[in-house]
């Protein structure tokens, strides 16, 4: 397999940890790039269902390598826990999960005032974050006074953890928020240290060498693509470049030892959180397609806001990252509908819009312009060649890919392993 780089081509939870799970058969390694626990991907293998927030899909391979690369933010106390959960579940991650040296790290400080801040936000202005410390721990890096994992490991750490901990009690308290205790805190950090320790790596020069040797990278990207921190629905974005961008400064990795870009998709939208989504569905038919589709958040058990397939997104993740080809989930949810919508153009002001506009006060305002394909009616579920496919499904998938002008080499008709094939 070539060194792939796999990112949600929509708001996020597209499946991706399930098209991870399929694709690390064919890689030796599996790379997390960019996030942190705000993230959720959930695998089926069998009977047993698997959340993972941090640790790379590809731990749930006996033979393959993880890293979590220098462009995530780590809760260490959420990865530990994490990191139990798999092992008491038969899973060893010692000596093939790798923390780098150069990731920063996600503070109990980073928590308290995410939660401040967004309850400090008006109703029409919040954010709809997880509430996690992700956005204050990427703010924290951009000031340039974060703490890295190589910190954890330095005799000076208590230390900087106290001046840390010192300059955001000031913070918090100016939000009307309790401060945090230093000494429990340095206590209890000194005990989870000692943990992490057998995990931290230089993963840059276990990854360069990797490529040397000519093994197998699979780049895991979470959140998506209109949840990019430049290239999203700016400000009801994440805090980092979820586009196939992040993977080469979130691991350092140069662009030129990525070979494919894979874009994940379902065949209809989902978005958790705040912002405009053009194709959303506040009828029956939209709570039709959440309950069909599950469509619970695996971090937040936030119920998704579901539309139609957005094709003006899709579109617009093809130019943001290059995008070679599509594996699309979730497509025997559509089994239910007797006719399908995809929206292949916006309306604003009597203007029709094909490409993605930048400001969010427009795209709030733009109404989806809809072609209608009929339904199949049918299971799905046991298919496993596009040629079996009912022909109604078969004509929407080509119509997808002639939207996009980039191929299906991935397709999805249930959340178990054995319901995926390659086209």
């Excluded at 230390?159 to 300059?167: P, S």
């Amino acid at each position: 397999m070539p060194n792939t780089v796999l990112i949600g081509a929509q708001w996020g939870d597209e499946g991706k940890g399930k098209i991870i799970d399929v694709l690390t058969e064919d890689a030796d390694w599996v790379v997390r790039f960019q996030g942190g626990n705000n993230a959720g991907h959930t695998v089926e293998i069998g009977p047993e269902k698997y959340v993972l927030h941090l640790i790379p899909s590809g731990i749930l391979h006996d033979d393959k390598k993880c890293v979590i690369g220098n462009g995530v933010v780590v809760d260490i106390m959420a990865l530990l826990e994490e990191l139990k959960g798999i092992e008491d579940r038969g899973f060893n991650a010692v000596g093939r999960l790798f923390v780098s040296t150069r990731a920063h790290v996600v503070f109990p400080y980073h928590r308290a005032l995410d939660a401040a801040a967004e309850g400090l936000r008006p109703d029409e202005e919040k954010i709809g974050t997880t509430k996690r410390g992700i956005g204050p721990a990427y703010g924290d890096k951009m000031a340039r006074c974060g703490l890295r994992v190589c910190d954890l490991i330095s005799p000076e750490f208590p230390e900087l953890f106290r001046k840390q901990i010192a300059a955001k009690n000031v913070l918090l308290q100016s939000m009307n928020a309790q401060p945090l205790d230093a000494d429990s805190l340095v206590s209890e950090y000194a005990e989870a240290i000692e943990k992490l320790k057998p995990y931290i790596a230089d993963t840059t020069v276990l990854l360069h060498k990797a490529i040397k040797n000519g093994e197998n990278i699979l780049f895991e990207g979470a959140q998506g693509t209109m949840l990019d921190i430049d290239h999203g629905t700016y400000p009801f974005v994440t805090s980092s470049n979820a586009s196939s961008g992040g993977a080469t400064v979130g691991c350092g990795v140069p662009p030129h030892e990525i070979d494919h870009v894979v874009g994940v998709i379902k065949a209809y939208t989902t978005r958790v959180g705040e912002g405009p989504f053009p194709t959303e569905l506040l009828d029956e038919t939209g709570e039709e397609l959440r309950r069909q589709g599950h469509e619970f958040g695996a971090t937040t058990g936030r119920p998704r806001r579901c539309g139609w397939f957005d094709a003006v997104v899709a579109r617009y993740a093809v130019m943001i990252s290059g995008i070679d080809s599509w594996a699309v989930t979730k497509l025997d949810v559509m089994d239910a509908f007797d006719t399908i919508k995809v929206c292949v153009a916006y309306e604003y002001n009597g203007e029709r819009l094909v490409d993605m506009p930048a400001d969010i006060r427009i795209l709030a305002a733009c109404t989806p312009v809809y072609e209608d394909w009929p339904g199949w009616k049918t299971s799905t579920r046991e298919v496993t060649c596009f040629d079996d496919l009912p022909e109604a499904a078969q004509n929407y998938l080509n119509r997808l890919e002639a939207l996009t002008e980039v191929p299906i080499g991935i397709l999805s008709v249930g959340p178990a392993r054995s319901s995926t094939m390659r086209i």
